[in-house]
T-cell receptor, first 112, second 112 residues
Framework: GESVGLHLPTLSVQEGDNSIINCAYS??????FIWYKQESGKGPQFIID?????DKRQGQRVTVLLNKTVKHLSLQIAATQPGDSAVYFC???????????FGTGTKLQVIP | ETGVTQTPRHLVMGMTNKKSLKCEQH?????MYWYKQSAKKPLELMFV???????ENNSVPSRFSPECPNSSHLFLHLHTLQPEDSALYLC???????????FGPGTRLTVL
């Protein structure tokens, strides 16, 4: 079936190190992806997005990589900080919001 | 703060009760959304409203009844819910359907 999933449920990272969170998707028609961050007690917050005509996009301390060949995308966080501790999940869209699929989430724990 | 507020933040109800969740956005957006977020499951899109008109009903049971009186307010009326309906219900808004969404903090619903 159609799915967008994450490889690891929990990721522990030392403060200052880089974090990599992965996501696999199954719908080859997905043409737009978003990474969200959700802190405890809050709603999801947009971090970065990427369209299928790109393979890399950079933001402030974050980079998203898209590999359409293997239907995989990743979120890289540079110099991870305690404030980065949250659940991160990806979403894949095809045809706008008529067809959106969300991943289950990876919990990022930053060790001071 | 994202500009999207939800009330109540927590709700406990019995299966025979009738309650309503409220969402208000102060961003001047035209599209509003209801999502269900269950533990260890992906975010599920429930309803989409664009300019007060429902454009998406993602096979949601009739015990959930949305109402969108204007572009700033969205309600989710609940009646005869089941324990498996216990979840975090998130509201989001976007400038237009398909553009970046801003999420509220959610209502944590527990059905006894």
């Amino acid at each position: 079936g159609e799915s967008v999933g994450l490889h690891l449920p929990t990721l522990s990272v030392q403060e200052g190190d880089n974090s990599i969170i992965n996501c696999a998707y199954s719908n080859s028609a997905s043409d737009y992806f978003i990474w969200y961050k959700q802190e405890s007690g809050k709603g999801p917050q947009f971090i970065i997005d990427i369209r299928s005509n790109m393979d890399k996009r950079q933001g402030q301390r974050v980079t998203v990589l898209l590999n359409k060949t293997v239907k995989h995308l990743s979120l890289q966080i540079a110099a991870t900080q305690p404030g980065d501790s949250a659940v991160y999940f990806c979403a894949g869209f095809s045809g706008g919001y008529q067809k959106v699929t969300f991943g289950t989430g990876t919990k990022l724990q930053v060790i001071p | 703060e994202t500009g999207v507020t939800q009330t109540p933040r927590h709700l406990v109800m019995g299966m025979t009760n009738k309650k309503s969740l409220k969402c208000e956005q102060h961003l001047g957006h035209n599209a509003m959304y209801w999502y269900k977020q269950s533990a260890k499951k992906p975010l599920e899109l429930m309803f989409v409203y664009n300019f007060k008109e429902q454009t998406e009903n993602n096979s949601v049971p009739s015990r959930f009844s949305p109402e969108c009186p204007n572009s700033s307010h969205l309600f989710l009326h609940l009646h005869t819910l089941q324990p498996e309906d216990s979840a975090l219900y998130l509201c989001a808004s976007s400038r237009n359907e398909g553009s970046e969404q801003f999420f509220g903090p959610g209502t944590r619903l527990t059905v006894l």
